[in-house]
């Protein structure tokens, strides 16, 4: 090979080490991101399409499937999309920087709060995991309900199940405790009579806080009522002890 053949074939080397150096990720596949809220993790799942800097997919969680866009410039990751809450729109944009296998970054929820988010890349052997049988629900406490204890509790925002969780601390009539969803948790109290339970709290937001008055009636299979948050209508909910 002559030094003219040698020069040509080192330049063409050298020339495409960038383009190597700085090939776009790939995020395509299936996606489990953790949602870490101030009580606690949450988990949801991202199948992400890429198309050179264009992505699109599909985010799956309790409350349904929503499909998104977005972009990756390099390892920088932005997806976003629109959750409808009985009527209201909640835009969601999630940001990341994505490192192999392996996302981190903040979740907005449209303007109420942002919360850290981290995300792993399944494998094709991983299978979502088991949730074990539900134990039979507690007896009710005489003629009433003694409800202290931990909770699984489901909000259904207009067809979208919003999955939460409960403790609560019953004296008497009067109860106390916490409710926990995806956007954190808030201190509840209220009042157990017979097998009636009415809760009254405020879920603060950037525009301020919001009312949101509990009912609902303890049965063999746990709670099932109303929510009524203020200036957004009622919402149905159910409860059954956490095993």
């Known amino acids: 090979m002559t030094r003219r053949k040698l020069c040509v074939l080192a330049l063409a080397i050298v020339a495409s080490a960038p383009l190597a150096a700085f090939a776009q990720t790939d995020v395509s596949g ?21 198309a050179g800097e264009a992505l699109t997919g599909t985010v799956t969680s309790p409350m349904g499937s929503v499909d998104f866009k977005g972009k990756v410039l390099k ?22 920087t994505v490192a192999g296998d392996a996302i981190t970054g903040n979740l907005d929820f449209g303007g109420l709060g ?8 399944k494998t094709a052997s991983a299978a979502p995991a088991s949730r074990p049988a539900s134990a039979a629900p507690a007896p009710a406490a005489g003629g ?8 699984d509790i489901t909000f259904n925002m207009g067809g979208n199940q919003m999955p939460g969780s409960a403790t609560f601390t019953q004296a008497g009539d ?20 017979g ?6 709290f405020n879920v603060p937001t950037q525009q301020g806080d919001m009312a949101v008055t509990m009912t609902g009636d303890l049965g063999p299979d746990g709670f099932t009522g109303k929510a009524s948050l203020a200036g957004m209508g009622e919402v149905d909910w159910t409860g059954k002890r956490a095993n």
């Open 75 to 96: 390892d920088a990751l932005s997806v976003s999309y629109t959750l409808n809450v009985q009527g209201n729109s909640i835009d969601i944009t999630m940001t990341g």
């Open 114 to 121: 942002a919360v850290p988010w981290t995300a792993k890349r």
């Open 195 to 200: 097998k009636t339970l009415k809760l009254e």
């Open 144 to 151: 009433g309900g003694e409800i202290s204890g931990k909770w």
């Open 30 to 50: 299936d996606w489990l991101v953790t949602i870490e809220s101030p009580q606690g993790p949450a988990t949801i799942d991202l199948t992400m399409k890429q």
């Open 174 to 193: 009067k109860v106390t405790g916490t409710i926990t969803s995806l956007a954190g948790g808030v201190p509840v109290s209220g009042t157990m009579t």
